[in-house]
C-alpha cells in the first residue's frame, strides 16, 4: 500500500536504505565526513537534505545536516516517517542572560515562536513550545556524565540575525529568554506534530546584547574558546549521541 509520508521523505532525502531510532541534527552539510570517522557500516543519501546512516557502539544511529534558518530545520525533521524517534538538535547561540559567556553550553527545554515557520502549525507569534521532557532529563544527564557545565532555559527563535542589528528588534524579545538562535522552535513543533521526540543544545558564539556581537571585536581569548567549541564540536556529539 503506497505511504504518502515514505514518498516524500524518499523524495528529499534521497530514499535512505534505513532511518534510526535516534537523529542528530546538525547545521553544516561538510561537518558530515568528521562524523564518519566515528561510525561503522555507514550508509549515506541524500537529496535536499544530506546524511548518513551508520553504527555508533553497536547502535545503528542517523545524523542530518539541516543547513541554517527556522524552515529548514523544521522541515528536515518534519520530513522523516519515523515517528516515535528521538531526535536531538546540536547548533550554536546567542548569550542574552547575563549568565552566559561565549564558549557556554546551553539546554533549551522551552523555545519562544519568533520564527515564522511555526505559524504553519497553529502557534502564535511568540507563544512556547517544549522540549520532549524525558528526553532534555537525558541529555543533561548525558552532559554531566561526560563533565560539561550547562544551564538550561527559555531560548528565542528568530528568521532574521540581520534583525538583531536594529534597537525596536530587541522589544519583542522577552526579559526572561536566555539565549537567542534560528532553529529551536521550529525543531521542537515539527518534532512533536510529527510524533517525536526532541531536546536542542547550543554553545555560545556571541552577546549579541552585550557589545559583542558578530560584527564586534573578539579577544585572543574568546577567539581561542570558540575554535576549542567547534573543534571538540563532533566528539561531544557523538558522547551525546551514544549515551542517550
Not at 14 to 39: D, H, Q, V, W
Not at 141 to 167: A, C, H, M, Q, W
Request: charged share 20%.
Amino acid at each position: 500500500m503506497n505511504n504518502p509520508k515514505k514518498t516524500v521523505e524518499d523524495y528529499y532525502l534521497g530514499s535512505p536504505l534505513s532511518i534510526a531510532e535516534k537523529i542528530l541534527f546538525i547545521k553544516r552539510e561538510t561537518r558530515l565526513a568528521e562524523y564518519k570517522e566515528y561510525l561503522t557500516d555507514i550508509h549515506e543519501f541524500g537529496h535536499i537534505w544530506r546524511g548518513l546512516t551508520g553504527t555508533l557502539a553497536g547502535e545503528q544511529v542517523t545524523l542530518i545536516a539541516t543547513g541554517i534558518g527556522p524552515s529548514l530545520v523544521g522541515d528536515a525533521v518534519y520530513v522523516i516517517d519515523k515517528p516515535g524517534a528521538r531526535c536531538l538538535y546540536s547548533g550554536t547561540c546567542g548569550g542574552i542572560s547575563k549568565d552566559l559567556e561565549i564558549g557556554d553550553y546551553f539546554l533549551a527545554d522551552q523555545a519562544i515562536c519568533a520564527d515564522g515557520y511555526s505559524i504553519l502549525f497553529g502557534q502564535d507569534f511568540l507563544s512556547i513550545v517544549n522540549s520532549d521532557e524525558k528526553l532534555i532529563l537525558s541529555l543533561g544527564s548525558s552532559f554531566e556524565r561526560i563533565k560539561l557545565p550547562f544551564s538550561v532555559g527559555l531560548t528565542y527563535t528568530t528568521s532574521s540575525v540581520v534583525r538583531e542589528n536594529d534597537s525596536d528588534f530587541w522589544e519583542f524579545v522577552s526579559s526572561k529568554c536566555q539565549t537567542i538562535e534560528m532553529g529551536c522552535a521550529s525543531f521542537y513543533i515539527a518534532a512533536l506534530r510529527s510524533q517525536k521526540q526532541a531536546a536542542a543544545y547550543f554553545w555560545v558564539t556571541d552577546l549579541p546584547t552585550r557589545g559583542k556581537s558578530f560584527l564586534d571585536a573578539y579577544s585572543a581569548e574568546e577567539i581561542e574558546i570558540m575554535q576549542s567549541r567547534y573543534q571538540r564540536g563532533v566528539s561531544i556529539d557523538i558522547q551525546i549521541l551514544s549515551s542517550i
